[in-house]
């Protein structure tokens, strides 16, 4: 905070200076009376920062308005990231209202936000009025807010799409081209689609911006960190020296295990999620699977 | 065919040296017999060929096997390549048994393929004994090929991923990013399921490897004729001047006519199909129709 708060800049993204009207604190107290949160802590630091804020927020006479950015899912809980808040509020302040709960999601790479690019995102929430809410509140002349109530599907293909994108980055370390990687999309969709309809979400959102748009973003565009994490796996680096080598967090990495923890309790097949498991804690050679994955035994095309 | 006879090589594909097992020729004769006939001839000259095709093949006895790898649609008439296959060879050979018919098609960037990168494709006919020939005849080791018996959805994905494309390549020359391709190609690809579900295809077609897949390739790899106009466009070169400078065909120039009158006739709303038919032939600014698209008021989202 200190540093930023001075600089007003962040070396993550190059030449963006924070405007002077946003404050910066580390002062827990400040969200006491927020009218809306935005929450955009990794999904595996959520749960440690939102058990902190439970206390604070329990002096909030009105429900809590949580607007969640986050795209991955718990180790061990399997929750996705509006579940882990739920969960930890309801834990320490079992007497206060639940808390409206909302997903802000899509194709939105930061650098391009920064330089305020045109962008569409997805507003989720089971809440229509929310929804309505964090839509005005984020829509301007270049980002174009749509909303959704199926948070399930809006948060699995945000997950799930950063596993998709190791593998996609792996296909570009290997040099593999993009008709390969290209169909490792499709099939990747149809894996996000497979696990989702077993959960109970709708087909639809992983076909529009939050899915397959998100997804797309997420495979091609060169500053992904999980398909840079892939690239660099694909090269022949090892996970740890990649993670050594970066300050960010790659969410698809801690996501795999969970993603594929999820298919085997749901009985779904998700045969890029298993590849990917197996590059990254297996300690299998991503050529081999690579060429598992494209020797698959499946000759009628099936996406449900 | 001299030239590529006498060189094995060809301009378009730089380093690929064509195997001396493959013999050239143009002499219509040469297919009467043939076990498999591949038509790979742009859609907007495909129906002169088989007119000329229909009297040599008269005289095979079997039905004629053939697979079409063509993109698009048909002026003026709007058949897709495998009808306009069809209604060709029953104007000059009524009297024989009528053809088997098949499509290939995937991500299939043509450099890719020519230095035997892994990719996968759809084999797609009503007759599957024929999809299953197919497959057989084009698998290999780094060749995958997948069988579908929805030819009506396979060729509608192909020819619209390419009015797409051009729209992506728009954004390309605008340097409006990746963030914004990816939502036009989420939009566009409702655009398809909508035109495909009026028209009677699967929409499980249009999420799978000739659909999403195709699609992908399309909008993301330099090399696509497609994307390459709409980027020149982008950048605000004319129409014109763009295809002054090439010596191939950009399919979706064409099929960018039938596909919006395709539209109307079933009464399906395809915004970006109009835009770039705007830009294409009603001489609009790149920047207003992408900006009109990024307006559009609609605020739930919605794919089928």
């Known amino acids: 905070v200190g540093e930023v708060s001075r600089t007003r800049q962040s070396e993550r993204l190059p030449g963006f200076v924070l405007s002077r009207e946003v404050e ?123 909303t959704n109530p199926d948070v399930l599907g809006v948060e699995l293909a945000g997950a799930v799409k950063n596993v998709i994108a190791i593998a996609a980055g792996i296909c570009d370390g290997l040099q593999a081209g993009n008709n390969a990687k290209s169909a490792l999309l499709a099939r990747g969709l149809a894996e996000i689609v497979r696990l989702g309809q077993a959960m109970g979400a709708r087909a639809d959102t992983f076909f529009g911006i939050a899915g397959v748009g998100d997804l797309a973003t997420t495979c091609f565009s060169p500053e992904g960190r999980n398909r840079s994490c892939g690239e660099a796996l694909g090269r022949g680096r090892t996970l740890d020296e990649f993670l050594a080598g970066t300050n960010s967090v790659v969410e698809g990495v801690a996501t795999t295990r969970s993603v594929r923890e999820l298919a085997h309790r749901h009985a779904v097949e998700m045969p890029i999620v298993e590849a990917v498991h197996a590059v990254l804690f297996e300690d299998q050679d991503p050529i081999d699977a690579i060429a598992s994955l494209m020797s698959r035994v499946q000759k009628a095309e099936r996406v449900g």
Chains 1, 2 share one sequence.
């Open 24 to 146: 910066l604190t580390d002062d827990l107290r400040s969200i006491a009376h927020a009218d809306v949160i935005v929450s955009a802590i990794p999904v595996q630091y959520m749960r440690s920062v939102w058990d902190r804020l439970g206390p604070v927020v329990r002096a909030h006479g009105a429900p809590l308005s949580v607007v969640s950015v986050a795209k991955g899912i718990e180790n061990d809980t399997l929750l996705r990231p509006t579940q882990v808040i739920a969960d930890a509020l309801s834990r320490s302040q079992a007497s206060s209202p639940a808390p409206r709960l909302a997903v802000l999601s899509g194709p939105t790479i930061a650098p391009e936000l920064a330089r305020c690019l045109p962008a569409a995102m997805i507003a989720a929430s089971a809440d229509q009025a929310l929804a309505q809410q964090v839509q005005a509140m984020f829509s301007n002349s270049w980002l174009r807010v749509y």
